[in-house]
T-cell receptor
Framework: ELKVEQNPLFLSMQEGKNYTIYCNYS?????LYWYRQDPGKSLESLFV?????AVKQEGRLMASLDTKARLSTLHITAAVHDLSATYFC?????????FGAGTRLTVKP | DAGVIQSPRHEVTEMGQEVTLRCKPI?????LFWYRQTMMRGLELLIY????????DSGMPEDRFSAKMPNASFSTLKIQPSEPRDSAVYFC?????????????????FGPGTRLLVL
């Protein structure tokens, strides 16, 4: 059974600081997704990672994938308040899609 | 395009009643997904369709849940009879299938969700 572990679950950081969210998964994956969800809102797709070593960047967010380690990271650079949200990774494999529990990020001035 | 459209946005019903949630995917997308989000269980994939055909419904919690996609522009998720533990936000999402040759990554676009409360 595909399992996805995301950590930390809660992250409070100051503006301007860097931090990384981790997403580990248990079995071979076809694709890995990162999503953002604002409170009471829907999910917004951030990145789709398809292959080992894939790295994608958008603004202050950068995602990477290591399929051998079954690990993806979402790195936040010089955080700003607008990045406050819950971030989910999701792993697709064998006709299944499993989400991590989410990381609730709060960026404080 | 207006994005994925879901209706109703909110639904309050009593235990035992039938509930029907509706979804209109983005035009041209050939995959449609139904998800459920609760505090206790997080986000769960319930079922997904490819070209209107259900591919995997292993996430459907039990026989009280059923989903259909009669055509490329419409899908329903039905709960009959509903129970309080079905209270959740139900999301519909759609995407193109992944195609490396066409550089299509399969990004899913989510609808606004239906917030269901079963009393």
């Amino acid at each position: 059974e595909l399992k996805v572990e995301q950590n930390p679950l809660f992250l409070s950081m100051q503006e301007g600081k860097n931090y990384t969210i981790y997403c580990n998964y248990s079995t071979t994956s076809d694709r890995l997704y990162w999503y953002r969800q604002d409170p009471g809102k829907s999910l917004e797709s951030l990145f789709v990672l398809l292959s080992n070593g894939a790295v994608k960047q958008e603004g202050r967010l950068m995602a990477s994938l290591d399929t051998k380690a079954r690990l993806s990271t979402l790195h936040i650079t010089a955080a700003v308040h607008d990045l406050s949200a819950t971030y989910f990774c999701a792993v697709e494999g064998n006709n299944d899609m499993r989400f991590g529990a989410g990381t609730r990020l709060t960026v404080k001035p | 395009d207006a994005g994925v459209i879901q209706s109703p946005r909110h639904e309050v019903t009593e235990m035992g009643q039938e509930v029907t949630l509706r979804c209109k995917p983005i035009s041209g997308h050939d995959y449609l997904f139904w998800y459920r989000q609760t505090m206790m269980r997080g986000l769960e994939l319930l079922i997904y369709f490819n070209n209107n055909v259900p591919i995997d419904d292993s996430g459907m919690p039990e026989d009280r849940f059923s989903a259909k996609m009669p055509n490329a522009s419409f899908s329903t998720l039905k709960i009959q009879p509903s129970e309080p533990r079905d209270s959740a936000v139900y999301f519909c999402a759609s995407s193109w299938g992944w195609d490396s040759a066409l550089m299509i990554e399969g990004t899913q676009y989510f609808g606004p969700g239906t917030r269901l409360l079963v009393l």
